[in-house]
């Protein structure tokens, strides 16, 4: 392209406002339910360490599900390949908090991505560890990968999960009642809840996220082959039963959380971090996966040719 | 790798035959239950034109659901973007032939690899032309893509089908009593029996999936943007409920068919054909999908980094 | 009560015409959407041998899947238990015409009211015979029941539902891929087709009902203990995914059709025979449940106390 | 019959023991799986004032799910038709403890016999009254109901249950997502488990039932409308996803609990209480069904005739 890629991110920033086709924020956390969906923000981390912004990308959002790439990042680094038997490879085919299939395959979760199987990885994370070591744990991997210590758990996000998260806890008693959870059910779901809670802007997003891009200035987290897998699981079930439709319109491995955060991965060329809080239908940001689909289009980065 | 690709595949092939973990053939197809297993053949088209061969890669057999890949091209190319009305773009989480999903939604596809789907985009594909001619059109675009005009159909499995297909006829009616059908249930059903019943080796394979790879010396068959998307498409949904395992392993958009046969596409790099007929229990080549993922680890064709 | 119960049954006539709440006829049947939904019939076979009737008690209806609980008499007279190897006696807690179940259970349908159930017991009635006997041995069977043999297939409606029944052909493929159907397909679905395109009328169906109630004036077609048992079907079972609620509010075994016809059995006390066209949400004759729940009120007929 | 029921009851009481094919005991509650499976008591309570014994029948068992009968019974006592806005009616189809039509139906049960069921019952039972308060009240309704003041809760068997019911616990916060659930989910489970822990012999429980059977010498606890209606559920969705089974052999009402207790209702005939702790693949006893069936066979006490 002859535009470069910093004033594509001015254009694209503009756009999205101009359009003004925002989606809604989740309602089910009061505390996120707050959050004016009218905001935008981008920041791409590239190869040779240049960090490109546009819009709110120093804002801080709550990254919710964008926490799992970390948490089983962090579990596959120290645990490794053990972790699937307890925990499925497969898209799910269903929403992220759904609990039929849990039935249906005996309380091993179709993959880490959907709640149940999140809240197997946090069983993971929490072993030979309390609540406040595994999530101490936890916040340092991301701030090393994003080499940032101001990253931090907002308490009142945390705090505002708590007293609505019924789904969540229906599913760690669920998961208990197989036998596919160690650690006393609200010891899972309060390490879950808290690290769902972290606070990150999109700079800081696409920082964490360097590693996965495979970046040469990436602090290296864990092993080359582990991040392909990280990155295939992302392709697959990222966006839960949006996950084919995210592969199709953007064609890059990503993780949504219902924040309207979005990190998503185009390997050996970018970490991308994007935000806003508006979602669509299957709980993925309106605005960010056609940030998503823009800049894919626009840069060739698709892993799909 | 300081060892050749060639002598890579020879390796590999031989390997593959002294391990002799071959899987059992589908049963279901009287024609092609009688199939020995002990067989194995890959072909890697390269850009610089070379065609890398080893095994039993001159072996015809049927490609099956393969052929689906080529159905959506052709179907793609000409309808585009209205085909999604018809069918979805998700993994389904479930077998090639169920029809449970189906029921679900209202006899909407879940995508365009299970059965129902595929059932779809044949349908689409008698659109103005009759069974013969449909036929006779999706042949000439295979062959193009090859450029081998020694493709041909199978009538022995084709009719072997015929006689058992039970479970596609159900389907097809089911797709009609949804008014997902434009056809007569039995043309649409005959067309795709004989889609699937096309016979080609890992060199023929190999040669028609250039296209997908954007190998500079493919026949120009549909826009790289729809490129693209078929190559999606194959990742999330190629394998059926064993998708996510094989990204996760392999790392490359792929189909396969239960006649043992896989194309796999390293996008920019190569178009594979491989065939192994014994199957695992997702109903994919047991070796074949062992051999891509050989072949990804020594190569780094993975698209995840 | 001081009120007789012809008096009764002419009030009941009376408040349902005057209520006017009809329902909607069947659509997906050409030949029965075409039926005035206004119409309202009833008739009670008395044990002391009185026929009381109000209403379009004379006119003639398509039974549709009343038929059902006469094709599983004649087999259960025939065959006996080992029908029970092929088909369950469980409610389905789904639509008549589901698939879902059917694969859930691996091809044996929950009960042999769904369509599926009652493909398999029709199945079962050509054992040994052509669709053609076989549709006169159940018509001999009916016209036993009834003492009368004006009872007659309407040749419009079984042509009407064999070009639009696309549900009941996918079923029938689908128990054949199942192994649980051993006619010919389409033998199986058109003597289907048939027997549920049986027409009678209140009176001529209340009379047929009177070996189900063990009424002292009935032909003996079966023995007490298969009598007792398809009262227990129709109970559990009768109403489709409404059976339950049906149970709730009439308390008596009973069998529904889409044409609007209801056959409800008061062990010992009646055999009735109601009609009206329109439908409920479930499927079921909206103002004929009406009727049966009064009518139970009314006489303490339920058998729950 | 020439043989008085009296002796039919020691000589059915002979006969099970003799064939000793007993079950297993529920193994999910530890309190429950240290009883002797080879164990058998009846009590048959006739509309004369006698009631009738054999085997156990004053031996004290654990009622569990046949609680759910009086708690109905009370909560529909108390507000009456309002509770079918918060559960079905219909039989489910699914084993007692699932999750997945819960999620199907948006956090509305199937009926109120299933767990979830029971505990929106349970929530019901809690309006206005503290957890100790609606156990009393609870309590004294059965108590009243077999006019026996012995009757009491088993404290072992509650805080055995306690300590591993999460499917439960994953039940309550799931009805809590939906909205479907006033009372803190603790306070609701733990009320849920404190009456399923009640202890009744097969005498106190054949005089619990009497008000349900109609019986002269019963106390009137709620109207015989809604006895009827509760008759109705038993025999409808009375022994889960056995229900139509228990109702094709037997044709009479009845609650199961999984410490095999049994309360079988003939609607002005007799209202009978069985137990034996061995259960069948479905979660009801054993012995205890068979019983009831030969009882039926032998007295005509049926229901269908």
């Given at each position: 392209m002859?535009?470069?890629?910093?004033?594509?991110?001015d254009?694209?920033?503009?756009?999205?406002?101009l359009?003004g086709d925002w989606?809604?924020?989740?309602?089910?956390i009061p505390?996120?339910?707050?959050?004016?969906?009218a905001?935008?923000?981008i920041?791409?981390?590239?190869?040779?360490?240049?960090?490109?912004?546009?819009?709110?990308?120093?804002?801080?959002f709550?990254i919710?599900?964008?926490?799992?790439?970390?948490?089983?990042?962090?579990?596959l680094?120290?645990?490794?390949?053990?972790?699937?038997?307890?925990?499925?490879?497969?898209?799910?085919g269903d929403?992220?908090?759904s609990?039929?299939?849990?039935?249906?395959?005996?309380?091993?979760?179709?993959n880490p991505?959907?709640?149940?199987?999140?809240?197997?990885?946090?069983d993971?994370?929490?072993?030979?560890?309390?609540p406040?070591?595994?999530?101490?744990?936890?916040l340092g991997f991301i701030?090393?990968a994003a080499?940032?210590?101001?990253?931090h758990?907002d308490?009142?996000?945390?705090?505002?999960?708590?007293?609505?998260?019924?789904?969540?806890a229906a599913l760690?008693?669920?998961?208990?009642s197989?036998g596919?959870?160690?650690?006393?059910?609200?010891?899972?779901l309060?390490?879950y809840i808290?690290?769902?809670?972290?606070?990150?802007s999109?700079v800081?997003?696409?920082?964490?996220?360097?590693?996965?891009a495979g970046?040469p200035?990436a602090?290296?987290?864990i092993?080359p082959?582990k991040?392909?897998?990280?990155?295939?699981?992302?392709?697959?079930?990222g966006?839960?039963?949006?996950s084919?439709?995210?592969?199709?319109?953007?064609?890059m491995?990503?993780k949504?959380g219902?924040?309207?955060?979005?990190?998503?991965?185009?390997?050996?060329?970018a970490?991308i971090?994007?935000?806003?809080?508006?979602l669509d239908?299957?709980?993925?940001?309106?605005?960010?996966?056609?940030?998503?689909e823009?800049l894919?289009?626009v840069t060739g980065?698709?892993?799909?040719?």
């Amino acid at each position: 392209m002859t535009e470069t890629l910093a004033d594509f991110l001015d254009r694209l920033n503009h756009e999205i406002r101009l359009a003004g086709d925002w989606g809604s924020v989740a309602d089910y956390i009061p505390e996120l339910a707050r959050v004016d969906p009218a905001q935008f923000g981008i920041a791409v981390a590239l190869p040779d360490g240049r960090l490109l912004t546009a819009g709110d990308a120093e804002t801080g959002f709550s990254i919710q599900s964008v926490s799992k790439v970390f948490s089983l990042a962090a579990v596959l680094g120290r645990i490794g390949e053990q972790l699937w038997l307890r925990v499925g490879r497969e898209p799910s085919g269903d929403r992220f908090d759904s609990i039929l299939l849990l039935e249906q395959e005996k309380g091993r979760p179709r993959n880490p991505f959907i709640n149940a199987g999140a809240l197997v990885v946090t069983d993971e994370l929490l072993t030979g560890r309390t609540p406040r070591q595994a999530l101490s744990e936890l916040l340092g991997f991301i701030r090393a990968a994003a080499e940032d210590d101001a990253i931090h758990i907002d308490k009142a996000v945390a705090r505002s999960e708590a007293e609505t998260g019924h789904r969540n806890a229906a599913l760690v008693h669920y998961l208990r009642s197989y036998g596919n959870l160690r650690n006393p059910p609200d010891h899972a779901l309060g390490t879950y809840i808290h690290h769902c809670a972290i606070e990150m802007s999109c700079v800081q997003l696409a920082r964490a996220g360097r590693f996965l891009a495979g970046l040469p200035d990436a602090p290296r987290m864990i092993a080359p082959r582990k991040v392909r897998r990280i990155n295939a699981l992302m392709m697959t079930c990222g966006q839960y039963d949006g996950s084919g439709n995210f592969a199709f319109r953007v064609g890059m491995p990503a993780k949504s959380g219902v924040g309207g955060g979005l990190l998503v991965i185009a390997p050996g060329k970018a970490s991308i971090g994007i935000w806003s809080p508006g979602l669509d239908g299957w709980g993925n940001s309106l605005a960010g996966t056609l940030a998503a689909e823009r800049l894919a289009e626009v840069t060739g980065w698709s892993v799909f040719g």
